[in-house]
């Protein structure tokens, strides 16, 4: 029998690969094993498994007597596990293969030798040699890069060899965790470090990395809340004074540093259109104690709003290329025409939110993706169409991360999601 933690991992695969959202997938599954390990085992695998999928393909077809698009697609997820585990992990390569045949047995018994044949040969001959990234940069970046190939020559096309490879290559690495602590806990950082864990600051303020244990436990308890570096750094720039809309707020970091840093009468509107999201944020809302924050029901696209707000922070849907390291799966659900239709939308968010900032009011956008479209055209494109916004200053402790009055943080460079920020201004 195969062991309940690979077992969960290929019903993971198989969900993700049918089009399941990656981490409600992960969360429900994970839920139902007791172990602690057998927990961070599932998580291993999901995740390790598809940030090297591409190159565990190009091992796996070089070793098969068919095509990989003829295989049974469980028969498939198995192989890539089985493969994960002897090329990746510290797995007995014994227990990495019988393991891998149980389930093929389980799924289709038909193709149990098959698995076996395949992974122990593997396991004698290792993996294939590498493509010289400098000499044949798109043969490295659809294999050992683990890209698809429209991504592949998107970012060749936009970046360059040397830095797409550099992209690449951050993609396939666990990325760093970052997190805040709740203000209103007097003794939060003394609990992080009881927990096993370790506090790092950084640039952007209330951000810290964090090292050692999980935090799991001690964010249930809302002792802290894991947010990437970039999400913290734009909640940051709202800088809020007065009545606030998050626009898509879910799942709700960036509202709750909104509420934290707000001065004693300002307000911040969460809206979300999905209320199953909703309800999650307002748990996270009440959890944290975050009584500024106001939950409700609205679509960016079609705000349920009258008034006018003094700012409005917009972190729109986007292609979530910024986060290939955190989300592996976007970069096998995605297709090319995917981001110029996330940039429409972006562009129909801003100017559906326009008209409701006030004179001298801020508006801040902003994507978890670096792709033209969805940050500088975007931008551009609405300041060249609305007289009645002008691009403004960012805060003096942006300045490491900013470049012509825009922020980008590069996952290459180990500041966490890839981000882009922008802070317009309606003139007064």
Not at 50 to 55: A, D, I
Request: with cysteine; charged share 25%.
């Amino acid at each position: 029998m195969p062991s309940a933690a690979r077992t969960a991992a290929l019903e993971v695969l198989r969900r993700v690969t049918r089009g399941g959202p990656l981490q409600d997938v992960l969360d429900r599954l994970q839920g139902r094993l007791a172990d602690a390990r057998d927990r961070a085992l599932v998580h291993e695998l999901v995740l390790g498994t598809l940030r090297r999928r591409g190159w565990l393909d190009h091992a796996i077809l070089r070793l098969c007597d068919r095509p990989l698009a003829r295989l049974e697609p469980a028969i498939l997820e198995v192989l890539r596990l089985g493969a994960y585990q002897l090329l990746f992990l510290r797995v007995a390569a014994h227990a990495a293969v019988s393991e891998s045949v149980d389930l093929a047995r389980a799924e289709a018994p038909q193709a149990a030798g098959f698995v076996n044949a395949v992974l122990r040969r593997l396991q004698r001959e290792g993996p294939p040699p590498e493509p010289d990234a400098a000499a044949d940069p798109m043969a490295w970046l659809t294999t050992a890069g683990s890209l698809p190939r429209w991504l592949a020559e998107r970012w060749l096309a936009q970046l360059g060899a040397a830095r797409a490879v550099e992209r690449a290559r951050a993609a396939l690495e666990p990325p760093p965790t970052f997190v805040r602590l709740n203000p209103r806990v007097h003794d939060a950082a003394e609990r992080v470090s009881a927990a096993g864990s370790r506090l790092e600051s950084t640039a952007i303020p209330g951000c810290y990395r964090l090292e050692g244990a999980s935090p799991g436990r001690l964010a249930e308890e809302g002792v802290l809340y894991v947010q990437d570096a970039g999400s913290q750094l734009v909640a940051q720039m709202a800088q809020v004074r007065g009545l606030w809309l998050d626009a898509c707020a879910a799942p709700g970091g960036k509202s709750l540093s909104m509420a934290d840093e707000a001065p004693e009468g300002s307000r911040i509107v969460a809206a979300e259109a999905s209320r199953r999201r909703l309800a999650v944020l307002v748990r996270l809302a009440a959890r944290w104690g975050a009584r500024s924050l106001w939950p409700v029901a609205g679509d960016a696209l079609r705000p349920p709003f009258r008034g006018a707000f003094d700012g409005i922070l917009l972190d729109a849907p986007c292609s979530g290329l910024g986060t290939l390291a955190r989300n592996p799966d976007i970069r096998w659900r995605l297709e090319a025409a995917d981001v110029p239709r996330h940039a429409a939308r972006q562009r129909a968010m801003l100017d559906s939110l326009a008209g409701l900032v006030q004179p001298g009011g801020d508006l801040v956008y902003a994507t978890c993706s670096l792709e033209p479209e969805e940050t500088r055209e975007v931008i551009d494109r609405f300041l060249a169409e609305d007289a009645r916004f002008a691009q403004a200053e960012l805060p003096e402790w942006t300045q490491p991360f900013a470049a012509d009055g825009r922020i980008e943080l590069d996952p290459a460079r180990r500041e966490g999601d890839g981000f882009f920020a922008v802070r317009l201004r309606r003139r007064a």
